[in-house]
């Protein structure tokens, strides 16, 4: 028997999706992060540096995948943890971003984790050549 395809008809199986990839990650997996928006939204720090890889569902386009990076210039942990809580704290970083594109629904689910694998690898990589060289040693 040849492997069957899984296909991401909506959003709550886009959900499924990411949050297995989350678990396997070892990231944040979050819904609806902002004003009502329906979105899904993979998050990791990496120092002061946090990363958020949105999928917004809907519109013409399917699915929009963007990557945010919020730069804290200290305590990045705590400010993003008041901005959450805390009515009226503001939003202590300054965000950049990149389109990645878009994913046509219904899509399969490699196409998903194509794009998930590709972002959170990026900020393992150095770290597991650390790894490797002190075990080695």
């Not at 990557?67 to 200290?74: E, G, I, K, L, Q």
């Not at 400010?79 to 300054?94: F, G, L, Q, S, T």
């Not at 878009?102 to 972002?119: G, N, Q, R, W």
Request: charged share 25%.
């Amino acid at each position: 028997m040849i492997g069957q395809i899984n296909m991401i008809k909506s959003s709550d199986d886009l959900g499924v999706v990411l949050k297995n990839a989350a678990i396997r990650h070892g990231v944040e997996c979050r819904f609806d992060t902002h004003f009502e928006a329906q979105n899904w939204e993979l998050s990791w720090s990496d120092g002061k540096l946090w990363h958020r890889l949105d999928f917004q569902p809907g519109g013409i386009h399917g699915v929009t995948v963007t990557h945010y990076r919020d730069t804290y210039s200290f305590l990045p942990k705590f400010w993003r943890w008041a901005h959450r809580h805390i009515p009226y704290v503001p939003y202590m970083a300054k965000i950049d971003f990149d389109g990645l594109g878009h994913i046509a629904m219904p899509a399969e689910e490699y196409k998903v984790l194509e794009v998930v694998d590709a972002t959170i690898t990026k900020r393992s990589a150095p770290n597991h050549e650390k790894v490797s060289r002190v075990s080695t040693r």
